[in-house]
T-cell receptor, first 114, second 113 residues
Framework: AAGVIQSPRHLIKEKRETATLKCYPI?????VYWYQQGPGQDPQFLIS???????DKGSIPDRFSAQQFSDYHSELNMSSLELGDSALYFC?????????????FGPGTRLTVL | GDSVTQMEGPVTLSEEAFLTINCTYT??????LFWYVQYPGEGLQLLLK?????DKGSNKGFEATYRKETTSFHLEKGSVQVSDSAVYFC????????????FGPGTRLSVLP
């Protein structure tokens, strides 16, 4: 079965650079979530989109922005990168329209900021 | 706000030992409860879930029962294997409309041969 796809899987950037992470949800899933997992920590919710509209916002820094496109894929844009942004970024998707709240996670993008 | 508490890790067990990882939650609504597992270097995988009180989720020998009276969702397995070594996250979701999950801090399990 198709899973959530994230690209790239690994990304190395320097301080003050920008990064764009992409997420392709499971087909027919209408909701996308972004999480940040620091080393040895639990995933922290950043932001979510339902039917291309922002549905919830968590601890996302102002330097980050995200959107969901007409084909339901989502991109997380990160600017002015800081060392503390080094983390594993997960995307998850769900088919919220049917009332199911199970989220399916992608493999994550490991971002390293030097 | 909503929160999830898990037992502190790491937990180290011998193969075939009995496993319990405690999880309790605080939620304003009526949550669905989940256990996710994260193997080294990989993403989160759903292990099991329960959506209402007294439901029992089970998968791969793991079980957890939704206990509303004690607000708990403890994970158990009768006989662990080396391949079960991973980090286990308890999580809740209180809405089915684009709402985020709240994760516990995770419990690292190491199973020794």
């Amino acid at each position: 079965a198709a899973g959530v796809i994230q690209s790239p899987r690994h990304l190395i950037k320097e301080k003050r650079e920008t990064a764009t992470l992409k997420c392709y949800p499971i087909p027919r899933h209408d909701t996308v979530y972004w999480y940040q997992q620091g080393p040895g920590q639990d995933p922290q919710f950043l932001i979510s989109f339902y039917e291309k509209m922002q549905s919830d916002k968590g601890s996302i820094p102002d330097r980050f922005s995200a959107q969901q496109f007409s084909d339901y894929h989502s991109e997380l844009n990160m600017s002015s990168l800081e060392l503390g942004d080094s983390a594993l970024y997960f995307c998850a998707s769900s088919h919220t329209g049917t009332g199911l709240d199970e989220q399916f996670f992608g493999p994550g993008t490991r971002l390293t900021v030097l | 706000g909503d929160s999830v508490t898990q037992m502190e890790g790491p937990v180290t067990l011998s193969e075939e030992a009995f496993l319990t990882i405690n999880c309790t939650y605080t939620a304003t609504g009526y949550p669905s409860l989940f256990w996710y597992v994260q193997y080294p270097g990989e993403g989160l995988q759903l292990l099991l879930k329960a959506t209402k009180a007294d439901d029992k989720g089970s998968n791969k020998g793991f079980e957890a029962t939704y206990r509303k009276e004690t607000t708990s969702f403890h994970l158990e397995k009768g006989s662990v294997q080396v391949s079960d070594s991973a980090v286990y996250f308890c999580a809740l979701s209180t809405s089915n409309y684009g709402q985020n999950f709240v994760f516990g801090p995770g419990t690292r399990l190491s199973v020794l041969p």
